[in-house]
């Protein structure tokens, strides 16, 4: 069992900035495969980002390439998506997940078997 904690979210105006994190209470956190997805209200859940365990490979929705950035720090046990120019459509709730073994495909959720329990990013026009 991996216990993920969200943290980060709130409201801000297009155009803006937030930084989510997602901590993890476990020491192998190093060892697993890890992302980042978001729902809108009335729409399914979808992809945003992933991560590799060594960080060295990262993935992106085509929506969010060029404006999120995701990273991790295995010595703290921490993931972040650094959201910059955010829109309005990017407003969601956004949950980590974590995968103990490489993932074959990053991009879909249930490749993942630990979710945090989200935390919402509201953007104004």
């Known amino acids: 069992q991996v216990d993920l904690v969200e943290s980060g979210g709130g409201l801000v105006q297009a155009g803006g900035s937030l930084r989510l994190d997602c901590a993890a209470a476990r020491r192998t956190f190093s060892t697993y495969s890890m992302g980042w997805f978001r729902q809108a209200p009335g729409k399914e859940r979808e992809f945003v980002a992933a991560?590799?365990?060594?960080?060295?490979?990262?993935y992106y929705a085509d929506s969010v390439k060029g404006r999120f950035t995701i990273s991790r720090d295995n010595a703290k046990n921490t993931m972040s998506l650094q959201m910059n120019s955010l829109k309005p459509e990017d407003t969601a709730v956004y949950y980590c997940?974590?995968?103990?073994?490489?993932?074959?495909?990053?991009?879909?959720?249930?490749?993942?078997?630990?979710w945090g329990q989200g935390t919402q990013v509201t953007v104004s026009s």
């Open positions: 991560i590799t365990w060594s960080g060295s490979v990262t």
């Open positions: 997940a974590a995968e103990p073994k490489p993932y074959a495909d990053p991009r879909a959720g249930n490749e993942y078997s630990y």
